[in-house]
């Protein structure tokens, strides 16, 4: 899984990003994705959960549900995920049963990611191939994670609703 930074990859990633932009704006975790058949675009998507009431609206989940349906076909052989985080399993799931041939992501998931952090998932006894490409635009991506989950842990309340005060470095 080492980082191929090809312009294409560039390019992509960076339309994750702005993707992933559109969940944060929205209160969800800043993760972004965009499905890519040759030089298109054909689907986006961004994290949804809060917003649908719906544990499985991720940023893939999305894209792949929408690419399936402009393309009419669950099946998206050929295809390729650009995605800003590494894929949790339950992503890294329908990315397999979807037949996309190729996922690109731009920085792991430590705490759940089923690529290569924490649930490695043993991508050689899938029944469909992968290939994985990590560390598309890392730093902006992770920077995304890094500033969302800060302010959320600076404007954190109690139990009660209230305010848990700051602490004095961050105010």
Known sequence: M???????????????????RKAQERGEV????????????IARGYNRPL??????????????RRAAR???NYRLTGLTLYVT???????????????IKRLVYGTSDPK???????LRFDLNKANHR????????QAECRQLLTDFFKKKRINKK?????AVEKPKDIQ
Do not use: Y
């Not at 800043?30 to 675009?41: L, Q, S, T, Y």
């Not at 759940?112 to 924490?118: L, P, R």
């Open 130 to 137: 992968l290939e994985v490409i990590s560390g598309v635009c």
């Open 30 to 41: 800043p993760v972004g994705a965009v499905v890519v058949k040759g030089d298109e675009i």
């Open 2 to 20: 080492k980082p191929k930074m090809s312009d294409k990859n560039i390019i992509f990633m960076r339309e994750a990003i702005v993707q992933a």
């Open 158 to 162: 109690d139990k009660n609703g209230q």
């Open 112 to 118: 759940g990611g089923a690529v290569v952090s924490k």
């Open 85 to 99: 985080v590494e894929p949790c399993p339950m992503c890294l799931g329908a990315i397999i049963q979807s037949r």
């Open 70 to 72: 402009k393309l009419k």
């Open 51 to 64: 917003s649908f009431n719906d544990p499985t609206a991720h940023a893939e989940i999305v894209a792949i």
